[in-house]
């Protein structure tokens, strides 16, 4: 049996490890053993996470369409990171192009079981 309480403190861990994200236009399945997005953008996004309940984490990755390196792209995947290290990755449907008014928001929920 897994407690709450071990839930919680990996939860807390893993808040406090991640660091950075960043966004890709690669949209392939990628291997557990994945080191980095298929075809990165080279962004380093700063996150915002927030532990929604003891062992849930809220992690946001906001970029302004702004950004050189995202304007007029087509958005197919977003990965966290703990320094160099890719921890989650997530492919989708490609959304985009973007504007320079635009700003894209992609959320991940990690929930502890």
């Known amino acids: 049996m897994i407690t709450d309480k071990v839930k919680e403190l990996v939860a807390t861990y893993i808040q406090g490890i991640i660091n950075s994200g960043d966004i890709g236009l690669g949209g392939n399945s990628t291997s557990p053993i994945a080191t980095g997005l298929d075809v990165p953008l080279g962004l380093s996004i700063t996150p915002s996470v927030v532990k929604s ?49 635009e700003t894209l928001e992609i959320f991940f929920i990690l929930e502890v079981e």
């Open 53 to 101: 309940a003891d062992n849930v984490l809220e992690v946001k990755l906001s970029i302004a369409g702004s950004t050189s390196a995202l304007s007029g792209k087509v958005v197919r995947e977003a990965g966290i990171f703990n320094s160099s290290n890719l921890l989650i990755r997530n492919n989708f449907t490609g959304i985009g192009p973007f504007s320079s008014s």
